[in-house]
Structure formats: structure tokens, C-alpha cells
């Protein structure tokens, strides 16, 4: 495939997912338990949900299986889609795009298992209960936790395409800038200070 071809292809893919997330976010926001959905059907025909009909099947479907984790999803979505629209990947490639796919789908899990275990009240949707309680069996509680925040980390980096690694120097570097502002800082005020008493000792000695 031409090369303009594919990027344009691509740039239209990226934009119409920035679309579909903006209405699944709306459709998400505004999620009535009692509209008629993919799985809460009823004989009512008002539908509150501001994605209409499409939108309350859409959100009850999300919230039903991952519950908050369908936010995460359109934040992975709509990550993807700028990195796609405004940087150039130089690894980009067919096996990696699946192992960011397969990644993002372990962080969602993850993610919804977490919120499960520290919120409850149906965090994680049947996805984070069913696996937060299959874990729990075998790892108890904080086996678990430490079991999920070990898949966690790596598959964080993997979803939205970035190393800890350079996170962390580059934090490091922010310190570095910010201490080494601070120490100026304090040098400058203590300069001040001493110019400030060696004056106010001078004008007491010619008064006296």
C-alpha cells in the first residue's frame, strides 16, 4: 500500500475514533439504570441517555462488563489515536500494535480488578468481580494486589506506548531543574537578608 494512502487511511481511522469515544463518553455520562440497554431490557420507550437508544445499549453494556474500567477504555482509544495523528512511532509495526491490543486489554483487567477490591459496589463490572474473585482464591486478598500491581506497571507502559524508564529520568531531571532553582532561590534571599542587616547595623551605628 502507497505510503499516502495508508496515512491518510490512518489519520481517518484515528479521527473516527476520537469520534466514537467522545459519543461513548457522553453516552457513559449520562448512563440511566433505568433506560432499556444490551442487557437491562424493559417495556419503557423514554430513553434519558444522551446517546440515544444506541448510546444507553452501548453504556449499559460497558458498565455491565468492566463498569468504570469503559472510561479506561476510551482513554486508551483517544491516547492512541493523537499518538497516531501527531507522533511518528519509528517501531511502529503489525506485532507490536497486538501486543499493545493484548496489553491494554490485561490493563483493563487489572484496573477493574483493583477497583473491585478497594471500592466494590460493582467497580469492575462481571469482568472485575469474576476475576478479582478467582484470584482472591488462590492469592487471598494481597496476594492479589501484589499479584495485579506486578501486571499492572508493565502493561501501563505497554497500553499507552512509553517507558518508565525515560518517565523516570526525565522526573529525575525535573528535580534536578526545580532544586537547583530552589537553591538559587534561598542563595538570592539570604544575600538580600545579609545586605538588609548590614545596612539596618550601619544606620544604627551612625545614629549612635
Do not use: H
Amino acid at each position: 500500500m502507497p505510503p499516502y494512502i495508508k496515512n491518510t487511511l490512518l489519520n481517518f481511522f484515528s479521527f473516527f475514533l476520537i469520534a466514537l469515544s467522545l459519543y461513548i463518553f457522553i453516552s457513559l455520562v449520562s448512563y440511566d439504570i433505568s433506560d432499556s440497554g444490551f442487557f437491562n431490557k424493559n417495556s419503557s420507550d423514554l430513553i434519558q441517555n444522551l446517546g440515544g437508544p444506541l448510546g444507553a445499549s452501548i453504556a449499559d453494556f460497558l458498565f455491565t462488563l468492566v463498569g468504570f474500567g469503559g472510561y479506561v477504555i476510551l482513554l486508551i482509544g483517544c491516547v492512541w489515536s493523537i499518538q497516531t495523528l501527531f507522533y511518528e512511532d519509528p517501531y511502529s509495526s503489525i506485532t507490536k500494535a497486538l501486543v499493545r491490543i493484548v496489553s491494554s486489554l490485561f490493563f483493563i483487567i487489572c484496573f477493574c480488578s483493583i477497583g473491585d477490591l478497594y471500592l466494590g459496589n460493582n467497580f469492575g463490572g462481571v469482568l472485575g468481580s469474576t476475576v478479582l474473585k478467582e484470584i482472591s482464591s488462590i492469592f487471598g486478598n494481597i496476594g492479589s494486589l501484589i499479584f495485579l500491581v506486578i501486571f499492572l506497571i508493565p502493561t501501563t507502559a505497554l497500553s499507552f506506548n512509553f517507558s518508565w524508564i525515560e518517565k523516570l529520568e526525565q522526573f529525575g531531571k525535573l528535580l534536578i531543574v526545580i532544586s537547583n532553582y530552589s537553591w538559587n532561590l534561598l542563595k538570592t534571599l539570604v544575600s538580600k537578608l545579609k545586605e538588609m542587616l548590614m545596612s539596618l547595623l550601619t544606620k544604627s551605628k551612625d545614629i549612635v
